[in-house]
């Protein structure tokens, strides 16, 4: 019911900046949340950032201060903006979309962040 598309993953250098977008279609409740997640070769998927419907954010510490997340409730499109980045977090990543209400959560295929040395 609900279809998410990530894109603008790619090769960076470490320092870099990479921008993702994730937009979403289907029924989308109102109230919800969407964010990013990442998820790294033998390691667990782990939470990058989140933004609600009102706007609250909520970011990983290990990215607090590089990452922005921002969101188009208009277009249904969640943003994250990576700057600083280190080889750490290459990963894929994936975009999340949870009707808060009633805690159901879509994933997306996922885009994958390379950063290099």
């Known amino acids: 019911q609900v279809q998410l598309v990530e894109s603008g993953g790619g090769l960076v250098q470490a320092g870099g900046s990479l921008r993702l977008s994730c937009a979403a279609s289907?029924?989308?409740?109102?109230?919800?949340?969407m964010g990013w997640y990442r998820q790294a070769p033998g390691k667990q998927r782990e939470l990058v950032a989140t933004?609600?419907?009102?706007?609250?954010?909520n970011y990983a510490n290990s990215v607090k201060g590089r990452f922005t997340i921002s969101r188009d409730n208009t277009e249904k499109t969640v943003f994250l903006q990576m700057n600083s980045l280190k080889p750490e977090d290459t990963g894929l990543y994936y975009c999340?979309?949870?009707?808060?209400?009633?805690?159901?959560?879509?994933w997306g295929q996922g885009t994958q962040v390379t950063v290099s040395s």
């Open positions: 999340n979309l949870r009707h808060d209400l009633v805690y159901v959560d879509w």
């Open positions: 289907g029924s989308i409740f109102r109230i919800n949340t």
């Open positions: 933004i609600s419907s009102g706007g609250s954010t």
